[in-house]
């Protein structure tokens, strides 16, 4: 038996991905870390947390709750009010 992992992809448009990725930027500079150290916890290259800063990238529902633990911050401080 084979356990099937799937990861749900939230779509965004220019213009939301790049309020989340202004806000990951926000949250990450809140919090007193940097990006090396986000990609560290998040077990991340800086590469991928980069790509979600600048908007090249935006993260999956689960990385984003990861993200949101790390930074301790929630859903809405990134994605807005739902």
């Not at 448009?13 to 806000?23: G, I, L, Q, T």
């Not at 930027?25 to 916890?41: D, F, H, P, T, Y």
């Amino acid at each position: 038996m084979s356990i099937l992992h799937l990861d749900i992809v939230v779509v965004f448009y220019v213009d939301e991905r790049d309020f989340v990725a202004k806000n990951i930027k926000l949250m990450i500079k809140s919090s007193g870390k940097n990006q090396a150290q986000v990609a560290r916890e998040m077990a991340m290259t800086e590469a991928n947390i980069s790509d979600y800063v600048n908007g090249r990238a935006v993260p999956t529902i689960f990385t984003l709750k990861k993200l949101c633990q790390i930074l301790d911050c929630t859903y809405e401080d990134i994605l807005g009010p739902l």
